[in-house]
């Protein structure tokens, strides 16, 4: 079983361009202004476009699994002008902390 996580989005591209920074990869098949596939290793990520006033805006908190350093997502983040978040030390171990284009939190574990 896969799990999917929908990010409903009114601006999608800005979303992609987001989600690409962290290194997922856009399947280019599934890419429009209404739905797009970002994978990972380990599943993907739905930026789907909000065409409703009833769509709720931050229902999820995603949580990524980083392959790589913690700081150099941040570093990627920053390098394309987005808020790279903060490094904090969880029970579990090291995990970065901070909201996408649209504000919803986003919790990437470091290895």
């Known amino acids: 079983m896969k799990i999917l996580a929908i990010r409903?989005?009114?601006?999608?591209?800005?979303?992609?361009?987001?989600?690409t920074t962290l290194g997922l990869?856009?399947?280019?098949?599934?890419?429009?202004?209404?739905?797009?596939e970002m994978h990972?290793?380990?599943?993907?990520?739905?930026?789907h476009s909000r065409y409703a006033e009833t769509l709720p805006?931050?229902?999820?908190?995603?949580?990524l699994e980083a392959e790589e350093p913690l700081e150099a997502?941040?570093?990627r983040l920053s390098d394309a002008g987005f808020d790279a978040g903060e490094i904090v030390l969880?029970?579990?171990?090291?995990?970065?902390?901070?909201?996408d284009?649209?504000?919803?939190?986003?919790?990437i574990n470091g290895q």
Not at 26 to 36: F, I, K, P, Q, Y
Not at 40 to 47: I, L
């Open 8 to 19: 409903y989005s009114a601006d999608t591209a800005q979303m992609r361009h987001f989600y």
């Open 25 to 36: 990869s856009l399947n280019e098949e599934t890419a429009s202004d209404g739905w797009s």
């Open 40 to 47: 990972g290793s380990g599943g993907y990520v739905a930026v």
């Open 57 to 63: 805006t931050h229902d999820v908190e995603l949580s």
């Open 73 to 75: 997502i941040q570093t």
């Open 90 to 99: 969880e029970d579990f171990g090291r995990s970065l902390r901070l909201k």
């Open 101 to 107: 284009p649209e504000g919803m939190p986003l919790q």
